[in-house]
C-alpha cells in the first residue's frame, strides 16, 4: 500500500496519476462512511473519517481489500484546534489513522506545492 | 536564481527570504516588494518599522498590491527582487477593498500569471507565501476559493522556481534544489 498525505490543493492525485499510473476510472472518492476498495486508489480518505466513528477498525477489518491500493488523506490534523466538537473529534480520527495507516505502508509520500518529499 | 519559501506562520520563512535576498545580491540592487495594503494607522507603523529595518540591509522598497509585472516599470530586471507575500498579492486581488472586498477571480487569475512572468523575467526572486492547507474546518465558500487561488499559484511557482524551501520551527526542509546561493 502507498499512502499519499498532504494539504488541501496540493497535488496529492496529480502526483498518483502522474506517478503511479492512476487514471479517473481507477478512483473511488469517498463521501459516505463506506469505502468501494475495489478501485485501486482511495481517495478524499478524510471525508470517510468524517463519517465513521472508528475508522482504524474499519480498515482493520478489510485488512487484505487495501493491502495494494494507493490511499490519499489529505492532513487535516495540522491546523488549529477547531472550536467545534464534531471537528475536533474528526481531526483526532484522522490523525490517528494516518498513524495507522503510515505503519502499514510500504511507501508514504507527503505533497507539498506538488513536490513529492518521501517520508517513507 | 529563483526561490520559493512557504510554511507556517511565524517560523522564520521572512528571516530567511531576507538573508537569501541579501546574499543574492552580492552588495548590488535588490528590491523589498512591499505588498501590504494599509488599514489604518496601527498598519503605517508598522510599515514604517519594516521600511527601518529594511534599509539597514540595503533593501530599495518597492510597493506593489497586485500586478508584480508593474514593479518593473520602476525597478530594474537584472536586480535581486523579495516578494513577501504571495500570500498578500493574492488576497489583494481577489479580495479587492475598493470592491467593498467583492470576490474577483479574475483578477486573482491575472495576479498569479504575473506572479509566473515574474519569476521566468527578472534575474533573481525570492518568493515568500503561507501554507494554510491542513485545518480540519469547514470555510466558507470565499475562504475555500482563497485557499484554492493560492495552492494553484504555489504550485506552479514551486513548479518553476530552482529551489522550494519549506520552513518549519526555523527549520529549513528542502522540497527542490538546494540552498547554496
Redesign the interface.
Known amino acids: 500500500m502507498i499512502l499519499i498525505i498532504?494539504?488541501?490543493?496540493?497535488?496529492k492525485l496529480t502526483f498518483a496519476k502522474e506517478t503511479l499510473g492512476i487514471t479517473d476510472g481507477d478512483v473511488y472518492t469517498c463521501d459516505t462512511g463506506e469505502i468501494d476498495f475495489s478501485k485501486r486508489c482511495i481517495y478524499k480518505i478524510e471525508e470517510f473519517t468524517a463519517r465513521h466513528d472508528d475508522p482504524i477498525g474499519y480498515f482493520e477489518s478489510h485488512r487484505e481489500d487495501w493491502q495494494d491500493s494507493i490511499l490519499i488523506l489529505?492532513?487535516?490534523?495540522?491546523?488549529?484546534v477547531?472550536m467545534g466538537a464534531e471537528?475536533?473529534a474528526?481531526?483526532q480520527k484522522?490523525g490517528r489513522l494516518a498513524q495507522y495507516l503510515s505503519k502499514e505502508a510500504q511507501q508514504v509520500s507527503r505533497i507539498?506545492?506538488?513536490?513529492e518529499?518521501r517520508l517513507k | 536564481m529563483t526561490y520559493?519559501i512557504?510554511g507556517g506562520a511565524k517560523n522564520g520563512k521572512s528571516t530567511l527570504a531576507q538573508d537569501l535576498a541579501v546574499a543574492l545580491a552580492g552588495g548590488g540592487k535588490h528590491y523589498y516588494v512591499a505588498t501590504m495594503i494599509s488599514t489604518g494607522s496601527e498598519d503605517d507603523d508598522r510599515i514604517r518599522r519594516h521600511i527601518a529595518d529594511r534599509d539597514s540591509m540595503g533593501f530599495e522598497t518597492v510597493e506593489c498590491f497586485r500586478n508584480i509585472m508593474d514593479c518593473l516599470k520602476i525597478a530594474d530586471s537584472g536586480g535581486v527582487f523579495l516578494v513577501d507575500s504571495v500570500t498578500a498579492l493574492i488576497q489583494n486581488s481577489l479580495f479587492p477593498v475598493e470592491k467593498n472586498y467583492e470576490m474577483d477571480l479574475p483578477a486573482a487569475n491575472r495576479c498569479a500569471d504575473e506572479l509566473v512572468e515574474f519569476a521566468h523575467t527578472v534575474r533573481h526572486a525570492v518568493f515568500v507565501s503561507d501554507?494554510?492547507?491542513?485545518?480540519?474546518?469547514?470555510f466558507s465558500e470565499s475562504t475555500e476559493m482563497y485557499?484554492?487561488c493560492l495552492?494553484?499559484i504555489?504550485?506552479r511557482?514551486?513548479?518553476v522556481c530552482d529551489t522550494?524551501i519549506?520552513v518549519s520551527a526555523g527549520q529549513f526542509?528542502i522540497?527542490?534544489g538546494d540552498l547554496r546561493i
Open positions: 498532504g494539504g488541501a490543493y496540493q497535488g489529505q492532513d487535516i490534523f495540522c491546523g488549529v477547531p471537528n475536533r474528526w481531526r484522522t507539498f506545492c506538488g513536490l518529499q | 520559493f512557504s501554507y494554510i492547507y491542513s485545518d480540519a474546518e469547514a485557499r484554492k495552492a494553484d504555489d504550485r511557482l514551486a513548479k522550494v519549506e526542509i522540497h527542490k
